[in-house]
């Protein structure tokens, strides 16, 4: 069964530009939560999707934003990068949410130059 | 708000001992999950272990296993014969059980380091 799957591993951006980041959830999975990894702050929550509606969204600002479509692969979309946005970005998957916990891809090093 | 908290930045361990790592955590839910996560530098994030709050019985798989105090709001995590592949990251983390949470509030992280 294939996990997780996070594309790309790693990403360079200027200042200014947008990313968007993809995540494939495993087979079945309908919940796709998204999470900032800093070693400042550590682990942050963005948002979580499940069956195409987001169901909660973390104290992020209005550039960082997502969506999930019908097969439930999500995307999420920073706009405006700051220096700031430098982090690793996970993304997990779950059949629904909360009890089952999450399964978590390998995460996608953005770095804000 | 959920808080949770791990007091003990860096640990290291000789093989084949047993290490515990420490969390605590603050909630005014009764109904909710913990969880231990690993990350090796991977940086793929792994399920250790799971604890429901509703069981009194602490959680095993394997050489892990918990420590789960509710009253004390405390939930450390126990690994015996540390073999060198424990060395990681290692995450204490919380999620509500009711509606409208679904996001894992994360401790800042254990960094076990096992030697030979």
């Known amino acids: 069964k294939a996990g997780v799957t996070q594309t790309p591993r790693y990403l360079i951006k200027t200042r200014g530009q947008q990313v968007t980041l993809s995540c494939s959830p495993i087979?079945?999975?309908?919940?796709v939560s998204w999470y900032q990894q800093t070693p400042g702050q550590g682990l942050q929550f963005l948002f979580e999707y499940f069956s195409e509606t987001q169901r909660n969204k973390g104290n992020f600002p209005g550039r960082f934003s997502g969506r999930q479509f019908s097969n439930s692969r999500s995307e999420m979309n920073v706009s405006t990068l700051e220096l700031g946005d430098s982090a690793l970005y996970l993304c997990?998957?779950?059949?629904?949410?909360?009890?089952?916990?999450?399964?978590f891809g390998s995460g996608t090093r953005l770095t804000v130059v | 708000a959920q808080t949770v908290t791990q007091s003990q930045p860096e640990m290291s361990v000789q093989e084949a001992e047993t290490v515990t790592l420490s969390c605590t955590y603050d909630?005014?839910?009764?109904?909710?999950?913990l969880f231990w996560y690993k990350q090796p530098p991977s940086r793929q994030m792994i399920l250790v272990i799971r604890q429901e709050a509703y069981k009194q019985q602490n959680a095993t798989e394997n050489r892990f296993s918990v420590n789960f105090q509710k009253a004390a709001k405390s939930f450390s995590l126990k690994i015996s014969d540390s073999q060198l592949g424990d060395t990681a990251m290692y995450f204490c983390a919380f999620i509500n059980s009711g509606a409208g949470s679904y996001q894992l509030t994360f401790g800042k992280g254990t960094k076990l380091s096992v030697i030979p």
């Open positions: 997990a998957s779950s059949l629904a949410g909360t009890e089952y916990g999450y399964t």
């Open positions: 909630t005014s839910e009764n109904n909710y999950y």
């Open positions: 087979s079945g999975h309908r919940s």
